[in-house]
């Protein structure tokens, strides 16, 4: 576990935008909201209407996302954590890997099917996969003299994760952003709330950031909507959601017998947006790829 310095310093590495994740290329299904021209709702004179339009989305967005991804997030975090208190002190690890890769993949077979449209699993896949790459190429240890000698700690999460992506590649697993993301913080050591709300809050800036490139609202604005409109939408849907699990019976613990998956389970709370996005590459011409 790591202490709370060690933790900032994680998540400043973590919210970096020039982190190679892939991000930049998919707009979540927002290009395709403006393109078909919906308009957008609760009009303000006070505000332009490509403001008014990215929040109606964002809103939109950040509900439907939290509500499918979080559950997915904790539950594979949690199962990072049991990886890492049974492999203290044990000698052979490959048993215990392969159990664990097991439970990874489930959820991430899981997730593919409550991911509805092909454009949104293509994007969450190209993500997922770069964060697992990001793990192995950039936040390992360097592989210098005066670098640091890894703990079999490290060593054995390490396995994990190449491993994962070695699945990945051979289309063994989907390796969906969620996924991913729990297996990254994980690793990492990130506290499980600090990574629920930091994968909301990067989701609410890049969909800020698509409406950045595609003209519906300046970089200025961005910021401001950023800092005082997304928080508290981030904050409750996250607050909403942090106790969501997937049902998984893998997972279960005492306190979840009486798991009600349409209470609380993952689900897809925002049909029209998963058709948005689904026509995303009808359009005849595309900033994004997703």
């Keep these: 576990m790591t202490d709370d310095n060690d933790e900032t310093y994680i998540l400043l590495l973590l919210s970096d935008s020039n982190l190679p994740t892939g991000s930049f290329v998919a707009s979540s299904g927002f290009e395709s909201y403006v393109k078909h021209g919906f308009p957008s709702t609760g009009l303000s004179e006070s505000r332009p209407n490509g403001t008014q339009r990215t929040l109606t989305f964002m809103r939109n967005s950040i509900t439907a996302y939290a509500r499918n991804a979080l559950p997915f997030i904790s539950d594979v975090h949690r199962a990072m954590g049991h990886f890492l208190e049974e492999i203290v002190g044990t000698s052979d690890v490959d048993p215990i890997l392969d159990v664990h890769l097991k439970k990874l993949q489930e959820l991430d077979e899981l997730y593919d099917v409550m991911t509805l449209n092909h454009v949104t699993k293509r994007a969450s896949r190209s993500q997922g996969v770069a964060l697992l790459t990001l793990y192995s190429k950039g936040f390992s240890m360097p592989s210098s003299s005066s670098a640091p000698v890894q703990s079999d700690r490290v060593k054995d999460t390490s396995a994990l994760v190449a491993r994962y992506k070695t699945l990945v590649r051979a289309q063994d697993a989907s390796g969906h952003l969620p996924i991913c993301w729990g297996i990254l913080t994980g690793a990492l050591g990130l506290k499980l709330d600090r990574a629920q709300y930091l994968h909301i809050f990067l989701h609410a800036r890049s969909l800020l950031s ?15 909507i950023l800092l005082h409109l997304a928080r508290p939408i981030i904050e409750a849907e996250v607050e909403k959601c942090r106790n969501l699990r997937t049902g998984n019976p893998l997972f279960s613990t005492e306190g979840e017998l009486d798991f009600d998956e349409t209470i609380h389970g993952p689900a897809n709370t925002w049909p029209l947006g998963e058709i948005i996005a689904a026509r995303h590459d009808l359009q005849h011409s595309r900033v994004f790829n997703s």
Excluded at 210 to 224: K, L
């Design 210 to 224: 698509a409406s950045v490139r595609i003209n519906e609202i300046g970089p200025y604005n961005a910021q401001q």
